[in-house]
């Protein structure tokens, strides 16, 4: 079975396709996609097969979609413009009688009032429309997204939001990226919708715990109210526009929107999620190896 990955040049991309071989993929059997191909020229040196992808420009789709079985759409990055896009690559997926598209959703996407997941819902309304054999994969956030509340803890020991006892059911991103090759990988899945997320949500106060036991530092919680959010994201030099989007989702955070979490990742990848605290203490050590 051909299994193509797009945006292969991502963090989540290139750990699918590394979650794939390791799960037993044939090197011959994997494609990645990308727009910029020179970018993962590194997997091509390795024996995939590399192709160009871009979501914008249909022209690139239909070619890299041939004789391909299986694909998974890693959501876009041009927000406002990613529904759009996504029909792209779905409709071409149908046009070339794809067997199984796997979409990276977001966490309750039909129903979630979080303003990140209106184009998650679009996309699976448009995967309903056309028709194309898909399974939904829900991710709900990355524990990497904290990285750089972790990498400001560091320094002033504090890690501020507006989120209250609010909890997150992260988990890292290679936990994700297992889900997917596994729904690839193996028969079924088709019609279902995964709700994923790490098997021990967390609030942000246990964040911080975390952030201290890695960084061998006293790190505190301080629970800001939305407004006082907004002005502290703006003295930190993020624009008005940005800071309220941040104070949003910490809102969202607060209300319970990312708590949800029950057994479905681990139990599709065989193995518990990784802890917050391990998946904190790979990013420190990733940090402090760049630096």
């Not at 413009?81 to 794809?98: C, D, F, L, S």
């Not at 006892?165 to 690839?184: F, K, Q, T």
């Amino acid at each position: 079975m051909t299994i193509l990955v797009t945006a292969a040049s991502g963090h989540l991309g290139r750990l699918v396709v590394e979650a794939l071989l390791e799960r037993g993929a044939a090197t011959a059997d994997v494609i990645a996609g990308a727009r910029d191909t020179a970018k993962i020229a590194d997997l091509a040196a390795r024996g995939i097969r590399t192709v160009e992808l871009d979501y914008a420009r249909p022209e690139t789709i239909a070619p890299a979609l041939e004789g391909v079985d299986a694909v998974l759409l890693v959501s876009g990055t041009a927000f406002g413009e990613r529904v759009a896009q996504h029909r792209n690559v779905i409709e071409a997926a149908k046009a070339a009688g794809i067997g199984k598209l796997a979409y990276t959703s977001g966490p309750k996407a039909a129903t979630s009032e979080l303003a990140l997941m209106a184009e998650h819902r679009g996309t699976e309304e448009v995967i309903t429309e056309v028709g194309v054999p898909a399974v939904i994969l829900r991710n709900n956030w990355y524990t990497e997204n904290y990285a750089q509340d972790v990498a400001v803890a560091a320094s002033t020991g504090v890690i501020a939001a507006a989120t209250g006892s609010g909890r997150v059911a992260s988990a890292a991103r290679r936990d994700y990226a297992e889900a997917a090759a596994v729904v690839l990988l193996e028969d079924g899945h088709v019609g279902e919708v995964y709700e994923l997320g790490g098997d021990a949500p967390w609030s942000f106060a246990e964040l911080a715990a975390a952030a201290s036991e890695v960084l061998e530092r006293d790190v505190a919680f301080v629970d800001q109210a939305p407004a006082e959010r907004i002005a502290s994201l703006v003295a930190a030099g993020l624009d008005e526009g940005t800071a309220g989007f941040v104070a949003s989702i910490d809102e969202g955070i607060a209300r319970g929107d990312l708590a949800g979490s029950d057994d479905t990742l681990a139990r599709l990848i065989g193995r518990p999620t990784t802890p917050l605290v391990d998946a904190l203490r790979d990013l420190v050590e990733g940090q402090r190896a760049a630096a």
